[in-house]
C-alpha cells in the first residue's frame, strides 16, 4: 500500500497538465490528519476534512507547479515558511518535488506540512508524521 502511494504521489508530481486536463487533479490527503488540502480564492492553503470538491482538487503543471482546480492558483511558499496560492507564474518558489510521500519546495527545499487545527506552512523538511502526504482520486 505505501509503495502505491508513493507511485501515485510520483505520477501527480510528473504529469504535465494543460487547462483541459484540470479534470484530472488530485486530492493530497495530510497522512497524520487524514485531512485534504485545500484553498480558497483569496490565496489561503489548509487542510480540512476531505470532501472531493475543487478547491481540494490539485493537478499538476508542465513544471512542477500544483494548480488548484477551483481558482486556477498555484501552491506557492516563502523563505518564512508561508504558504498560499498565487497566480501561476512558472517561478520556483511554486515548483514542488514529491520524495517518498513528502512535497519539497524547489526554492527553498522545505517540505509541505499541516497542523492539526488546519494551518499549512512549508518548515524544514523533518521526515515527520505531518510532513506526509499522499494523493486521492
Same mark, same amino acid.
Given at each position: 500500500?505505501?509503495?502505491?502511494?508513493?507511485?501515485?504521489?510520483?505520477?501527480?508530481?510528473?504529469?504535465?497538465?494543460?487547462?483541459?486536463?484540470?479534470?484530472? =487533479?488530485?486530492?493530497?490527503?495530510?497522512?497524520?490528519? /487524514?485531512? +485534504?488540502? @485545500?484553498?480558497? %480564492?483569496? %490565496?489561503?492553503?489548509?487542510?480540512? #476534512? +476531505?470532501?472531493?470538491? #475543487?478547491?481540494?482538487?490539485?493537478?499538476?503543471?508542465? @513544471?512542477? !507547479?500544483?494548480?488548484?482546480?477551483?481558482? !486556477?492558483r498555484c501552491l506557492d511558499s516563502?523563505?518564512?515558511?508561508?504558504?498560499?496560492?498565487? #497566480?501561476?507564474?512558472? !517561478?520556483? /518558489?511554486?515548483?514542488?518535488?514529491?520524495?517518498?510521500?513528502?512535497?519539497?519546495?524547489?526554492?527553498?527545499?522545505?517540505?509541505?506540512?499541516?497542523?492539526?487545527?488546519?494551518?499549512? $506552512?512549508? #518548515?524544514?523538511?523533518? !521526515? =515527520?508524521? $505531518?510532513?506526509?502526504?499522499?494523493?486521492? %482520486?
Amino acid at each position: 500500500m505505501a509503495a502505491g502511494a508513493v507511485i501515485a504521489l510520483t505520477a501527480l508530481m510528473a504529469t504535465p497538465v494543460t487547462a483541459s486536463a484540470s479534470a484530472q =487533479g488530485k486530492t493530497l490527503v495530510q497522512m497524520a490528519t /487524514y485531512r +485534504c488540502l @485545500d484553498s480558497n %480564492g483569496s %490565496g489561503q492553503v489548509y487542510t480540512l #476534512p +476531505c470532501n472531493g470538491g #475543487p478547491y481540494q482538487r490539485w493537478a499538476t503543471t508542465g @513544471d512542477g !507547479g500544483l494548480r488548484n482546480e477551483a481558482t !486556477g492558483r498555484c501552491l506557492d511558499s516563502n523563505g518564512a515558511g508561508q504558504v498560499y496560492t498565487l #497566480p501561476c507564474n512558472n !517561478g520556483s /518558489y511554486q515548483k514542488w518535488t514529491a520524495v517518498a510521500h513528502t512535497l519539497r519546495n524547489a526554492a527553498t527545499r522545505n517540505c509541505l506540512d499541516a497542523r492539526t487545527a488546519g494551518g499549512v $506552512y512549508a #518548515p524544514s523538511c523533518n !521526515g =515527520g508524521n $505531518y510532513q506526509q502526504w499522499s494523493p486521492f %482520486g
